[in-house]
T-cell receptor, first 115, second 113 residues
């Protein structure tokens, strides 16, 4: 199994600023993902964080708004850029071996409020 | 494309009575399916998973789910609800290529004394 931590756990930010969220895994994982959970809603995949290359974004999400880094197999960051109140959400990272049968482990989430 | 539909947004039961959370999926191939639970202000925890082995899957905390291909369903059940089961439950279908997860809308389970 893998234990995933995220920093910060929560933040309150001003409109127009940016926030970088860190995700740390206690063991190497092949795949890492970033999700958004808007208030009262389910989780939506933002992107797949690829080690050593650009992230793969899902429809509706772009690199300029959500730049992602993954310098190694245990760490990734997600930046929420030029924030607006609509970006207020919980952001979660996850990691796994990449096989469909394997468990994917989730971090505790970062609760972001944009004023 | 694959998708998953949770048929109930809220389910309310009394403690000690059975729990049924319904999930239907759509996939062009034989999918892997998971159930995750999210307690208030806590992270997501895997309850159980189906990966094309036994169709009746047993998970943690007394939960189980049955994969029925003919009905494209993967309903979650528990014989007797406990107060600690109150949480939000997500049915998830897994992309076989890269392990990407597609989440259902979630079912909030309330357990009354």
């Amino acid at each position: 199994s893998a234990v995933i931590s995220q920093k910060p756990s929560r933040d309150i930010c001003q409109r127009g600023t940016s926030l970088t969220i860190q995700c740390q895994v206690d063991s190497q994982v092949t795949m890492m993902f970033w999700y958004r959970q808007q208030p009262g809603q389910s989780l939506t995949l933002i992107a797949t964080a690829n080690q050593g290359s650009e992230a793969t974004y899902e429809s509706g999400f772009v690199i300029d708004k959500f730049p992602i880094s993954r310098p190694n197999l245990t760490f990734s960051t997600l930046t929420v850029s030029n924030m607006s109140p609509e970006d207020s959400s919980i952001y979660l990272c996850s990691g796994g071996a990449g096989e469909s049968t394997d468990t994917q482990y989730f971090g505790p989430g970062t609760r972001l409020t944009v004023l | 494309a694959q998708s998953v539909t949770q048929l109930d947004s809220h389910v309310s039961v009394s403690e000690g009575t059975p729990v049924l959370l319904r999930c239907n999926y759509s996939s062009s191939y034989s999918p892997s399916l998971f159930w995750y639970v999210q307690h208030p202000n806590k992270g997501l925890q895997l309850l159980l998973k189906y990966t094309s082995a036994a169709t009746l899957v047993k998970g943690i905390n007394g939960f189980e789910a049955e994969f029925k291909k003919s009905e494209t369903s993967f309903h979650l059940t528990k014989p007797s609800a406990h107060m600690s089961d109150a949480a939000e439950y997500f049915c998830v279908v897994v992309d076989t290529s890269y392990g990407k997860l597609t989440f259902g809308q979630g079912t909030i389970l309330t357990v009354h004394p």
